[in-house]
């Protein structure tokens, strides 16, 4: 039960999305379809990449208010974007939160936030991912 936490720049593809998450599965020798869901604030519950990106791989979206993911203790908050979304971490943070409203287990954060870009795509991806002890 894997839970993928998603920042991402507004207009982000559905390509960078899918891109980041296969890398981040690889590079941490993960499994894809493990995959329980995909996490993010709720700023960015209509962002179109992100949604097309779930909608093609039958994933549910969880999101959740800056108030609610400003109160997650993470590992590396970036505290330059809370002016923009009302808290210092969003990857990583959902991803935790959305393993907690399912378990009462220990949360474990597998991938600390993991920033991506791609040559030819307009802005940037951070990927985190949580689950369950």
């Not at 894809?32 to 995909?38: Q, R």
């Not at 962002?47 to 549910?60: A, D, M, R, T």
């Not at 993470?74 to 330059?80: A, D, E, F, Q, R």
Request: charged share 15%; proline share 3%.
């Amino acid at each position: 039960m894997l839970w993928v936490g998603i920042g991402c720049q507004k207009g982000v593809s559905q390509k960078l999305i899918n891109t980041a998450i296969k890398q981040v599965f690889q590079k941490y020798q993960l499994i894809y379809s493990e995959i329980s869901g995909i996490a993010t604030i709720d700023k960015k519950a209509s962002e179109i990449g992100l949604v097309e990106f779930c909608n093609s791989e039958k994933l549910p979206l969880k999101v959740f208010s800056s108030e609610l993911l400003n109160s997650v203790l993470v590992p590396h908050p970036n505290h330059s974007i809370t002016e923009l979304v009302g808290t210092s971490s969003v990857a990583e943070a959902s991803a935790m939160l959305a393993v907690s409203k399912i378990t009462s287990a220990k949360i474990i954060l597998l991938v600390p936030k993991q920033i991506f870009r791609l040559s030819g795509e307009m802005g940037a991806v951070t990927v985190a991912v949580a689950k369950s002890d």
